[in-house]
Structures are given as C-alpha cells and as structure tokens.
Nanobody
Framework: QVHLVESGGGLVQPGGSLRLSCAASGIIFSVNAMYWYRQAPGKQRELVATITGGGTTVYADSVKGRFTASRDNAKSTVYLQMNGLKPEDTAVYYC????????WGQGTQVTVSS
C-alpha cells in the first residue's frame, strides 16, 4: 500500500519561502517519478513540478525560477523548495506518484498573505 505524507505547509508573507516534504512508502522510490500538484479554492488541481527518479525536473511556467524540486532516495522523500512566494501560490499542495494508478498524499496547506 502506497503512503505519501506531506509536511511543511503554513502561512507565509509574500516574498517568503517554504520547504515542503513528502515521505513515501510502499513504492520503489528511487525509480519512481514524483509529482507536486496544487489546488487553489475553486480551481482545478494543477501540476507544479515533476522530478524523475534520476533527478530531472520540469516545472510549470508559473513557478519556474522560484520553486525547486529535489529528492533524497535514501530517505524516500521528495522536497519542494518554494521561494519568492506570491498570494496566487496559495493552495493545498499534494505530492503524487504513479503506482497501479495515481496515488496522492493528504495535502498540506500553503497560504501566502500579508
């Protein structure tokens, strides 16, 4: 059974930073691409960042240059470093993996507000 547990969300002022973590179990983590999504109120869930098993990253245009995904395969953990946060980054952030279907964590709330 796959478990994905996000942490690190919170309230931050515009321009601030947060680092999200996602601990994974139940998958062969090192070979799995991992995904970060977010969903703002009233909006569809959107893909923010992808990181392959080898560490190659792809970002949505809206976060490129501000967000950085990384992974520690020894800890089965993926991270999302978010810098230069904007109010429009406010959302619930989810990590995801594909393992017999798309698997989701419970999400962590990120609120960017002054």
């Amino acid at each position: 059974q796959v478990h994905l547990v996000e942490s690190g969300g919170g309230l931050v002022q515009p321009g601030g930073s947060l680092r999200l973590s996602c601990a994974a179990s139940g998958i062969i983590f090192s070979v799995n691409a991992m995904y970060w999504y977010r969903q703002a109120p009233g909006k569809q869930r959107e893909l923010v960042a992808t990181i392959t098993g080898g560490g190659t990253t792809v970002y949505a245009d809206s976060v490129k240059g501000r967000f950085t995904a990384s992974r520690d395969n020894a800890k089965s953990t993926v991270y999302l470093q978010m810098n230069g946060l904007k109010p429009e980054d406010t959302a619930v952030y989810y990590c995801s993996a594909v393992h017999f279907g798309q698997q989701w964590g419970q999400g962590t709330q990120v609120t960017v507000s002054s």
